[in-house]
């Protein structure tokens, strides 16, 4: 099995451990389509043509909450994670090569069971990470940080953006 089968693998995995690949029955609108230079025949279905795709922000839980990571070396190497869209609330970023997976994230819709919108992230690094979630309606941000030379701890949050009414 070659490196990228390898790598759709852990994707698949990932996708499967924070609740699976979404599916949908009709065309959706994408304001921010999926965040890959590599899109897919699927994708190109989903996607307006005039949009233009940004592969350093991920826009989950339809264009409501824009994600973006920085990243920094124990070598002083800094730079902005390139993201892979996978499902409408799930995507990766990838720092130093796209067959490298360094992070996954998810933005759940929790508004019917506590009010609140859920932010879910595992890392596959050690490096400096800084990671920026902002609600694209009301401009509220939450920021999560992972020191360098640490591995990556996962994120779980139930609680993240009490804005379900805005």
């Not at 897919?40 to 940004?54: H, K, L, M």
């Not at 994600?67 to 409408?88: K, M, N, Y």
Request: glycine share 8%; net charge negative.
């Amino acid at each position: 099995m070659n490196r990228f089968a390898r790598t759709l693998l852990v994707f698949a995995a990932f996708a499967i451990v924070l609740g699976g690949f979404a599916t949908s029955a009709g065309a959706q609108e994408f304001r921010c389509p999926p965040a890959s230079s590599a899109v897919t025949a699927s994708d190109a279905q989903r996607i307006d043509s005039e949009v233009v795709v940004d592969d350093e922000f991920l826009c989950l839980n339809e264009d409501r909450f824009q994600i973006e990571v920085d990243f920094e070396t124990p070598q002083g190497q800094t730079g902005r994670g390139q993201a892979v869209a996978l499902t409408s609330d799930t995507g990766y970023f990838w720092f130093f090569s796209d067959d490298n997976v360094e992070l996954i994230i998810k933005v759940l819709d929790g508004c019917g069971i506590n009010g609140h919108y859920w932010i879910f992230a595992g890392g596959l690094t050690d490096v400096r990470v800084t990671i920026n979630v902002t609600d694209t309606t009301t401009g509220d941000v939450q920021t999560f940080e992972n020191p360098q030379s640490t591995a990556f701890e996962p994120i779980q949050l139930i609680e993240a953006f009490m804005t379900c009414d805005a």
